[in-house]
Nanobody, 121 residues
Framework: QVQLVESGGGLVQAGGSLRLSCVASGRTFSMYAMGWFRQAPGKEREFVAAIDRSAGMRYYADSVKGRFTISRDNARNTVSLQMNSLDITDTAVYYC??????????????WGQGTQVTVSL
């Protein structure tokens, strides 16, 4: 069992930056690939970024490539998402997710409760 708690969301102006963090419970964090997904009002949950267990491979949605960076610290059971050059289309609830393999569709086994990111003009 893995419990995930996100933080770092908020309100930011377009062009600004935010850093999301997700802390996982348990001593097996390094066994899990981690990902970030988001869901805007009226839309389906979509993939944002993922990182494998050793942080050797990173994956990004085309819409965030070059603007967002995913990282992890296995010693601190933490995965982060640095978001730069934010656009109003990035407004959504962002979810941290964990699974034994990298997921680029929203079928991960474990999910956080989500953190709201709102980008204003």
């Amino acid at each position: 069992q893995v419990q995930l708690v996100e933080s770092g969301g908020g309100l930011v102006q377009a062009g600004g930056s935010l850093r999301l963090s997700c802390v996982a419970s348990g001593r097996t964090f390094s066994m899990y690939a981690m990902g970030w997904f988001r869901q805007a009002p009226g839309k389906e949950r979509e993939f944002v970024a993922a990182i494998d267990r050793s942080a050797g491979m990173r994956y990004y949605a085309d819409s965030v490539k070059g603007r967002f960076t995913i990282s992890r610290d296995n010693a601190r059971n933490t995965v982060s998402l640095q978001m730069n050059s934010l656009d109003i289309t990035d407004t959504a609830v962002y979810y941290c997710a964990a699974d034994l393999v990298v997921r680029t569709t929203p079928v991960s086994r474990y999910w956080g409760q989500g953190t709201q990111v709102t980008v204003s003009l």
